[in-house]
């Protein structure tokens, strides 16, 4: 939450040079406030994994936030059991009509797959569309990153040799981002995927805004020039054992899978992994939902 500070008082300018959100007298008496409407659009197998993960972050801000669970209804979930699916979520059919301040599309285990190969592709495309003028501010993780920066923007994934998984180090690159306000210099992002964006099919695209890089795991944060999408390639949500899991996992598949970088000490998986992510997480979290959801959506719901 920003500060309240008189209009004219000097420390202002030195605090906005630091990027330290500041509200002025004026424009806090002229704040509406109300609940934001959040929506997530969950596409992982785990379902119940992945809402605790995003609640998680989501909650620990002083802001109201009224979050609505979203499903494919072109997809019949495996891993989830379907009491769950119809207590707790809802489908596009039933919600198309609505607006929102803020709308979350997770990943989804299909790196391998083209596209067009998804079954729920053609209704993930339609949500999609339907976001530009219901949706105030959409943030996609990891495959759903790959998958908006290709239907708005018609940038490629591309296959890696092998999968990328662990913690990596990461820079800012847009210092002044307010989605990076308060962070290290350096800070660490769990990824786990076997497709990439490359960063010169980013930067050919004038409407799109590098934020945040790796050296190791590339591209990871690029949003909008309009502040409207977002796409982070990695996983700030993820629990402590959660790539643990996911390493085991396919060990005992028996693929042909190395250890997650940077992540047990050692690089011992029989030892407990060292979280170095989780503020980092919290506060990239807290910053999109600050300052692109609840600072600039409109107090009238409908005018989105």
């Given at each position: 939450m920003p500060i309240k500070i008189p209009d004219s008082l000097p420390a202002r300018a030195t605090l906005e040079g630091e990027n330290i959100f500041v509200m002025t007298e004026y424009r806090a008496i002229h704040q509406d406030m109300r609940p934001l409407n959040l929506l997530i659009l969950n596409l992982m197998p785990t379902k119940i994994v992945t809402e605790t993960q995003l609640l998680r972050k989501l909650s620990n801000s002083p802001l109201q936030v009224e979050v609505e669970l979203l499903h494919t209804s072109s997809h019949i979930s495996h891993n989830t059991d379907a009491d769950h699916l119809s207590s707790f979520y809802?489908?596009?059919?039933?919600?198309?009509?609505?607006?929102?301040?803020?709308?979350?599309?997770?990943?989804?285990?299909?790196?391998?797959?083209?596209?067009?190969?998804?079954?729920?592709?053609?209704?993930?495309?339609?949500?999609?569309?339907?976001?530009?003028?219901?949706?105030?501010?959409?943030?996609?993780?990891?495959?759903?990153?790959?998958?908006?920066?290709?239907?708005?923007?018609?940038?490629?994934?591309?296959?890696?040799?092998?999968?990328?998984?662990?913690?990596?180090?990461?820079?800012?690159?847009?210092?002044?981002?307010p989605l990076f306000r308060g962070f290290d210099d350096e800070f660490f992002v769990p990824h786990s995927r076997y497709t990439a964006n490359r960063l010169e099919d980013i930067l050919t695209r004038p409407e799109l805004e590098l934020l945040a890089v790796s050296k190791e795991a590339g591209v990871f944060a690029v949003k909008s020039e309009d502040n409207r999408r977002f796409f982070i390639t990695g996983h700030p949500e993820y629990d402590p054992d959660t790539l643990a899991n996911e390493y085991f996992r396919d060990v005992n598949k028996g693929l042909k899978i190395d250890v997650p970088l940077h992540y047990f000490p050692n690089d011992d998986p029989y030892q407990t992994p060292i979280v170095r992510w989780r503020s980092a997480a919290q506060l990239f979290y807290t910053n999109w939902l600050n300052y692109y959801v609840y600072q600039t959506t409109p107090y009238d719901i409908t005018q989105i």
């Open positions: 809802t489908t596009f059919a039933q919600i198309r009509n609505r607006k929102y301040d803020g709308m979350i599309i997770t990943g989804a285990p299909v790196e391998n797959l083209d596209f067009t190969d998804v079954d729920y592709w053609d209704e993930l495309c339609e949500i999609m569309e339907w976001t530009k003028t219901h949706v105030h501010s959409t943030l996609h993780i990891c495959w759903g990153a790959q998958a908006g920066l290709y239907y708005h923007y018609g940038i490629p994934k591309y296959s890696l040799p092998k999968k990328l998984s662990g913690i990596f180090s990461h820079t800012i690159v847009k210092k002044q981002s």
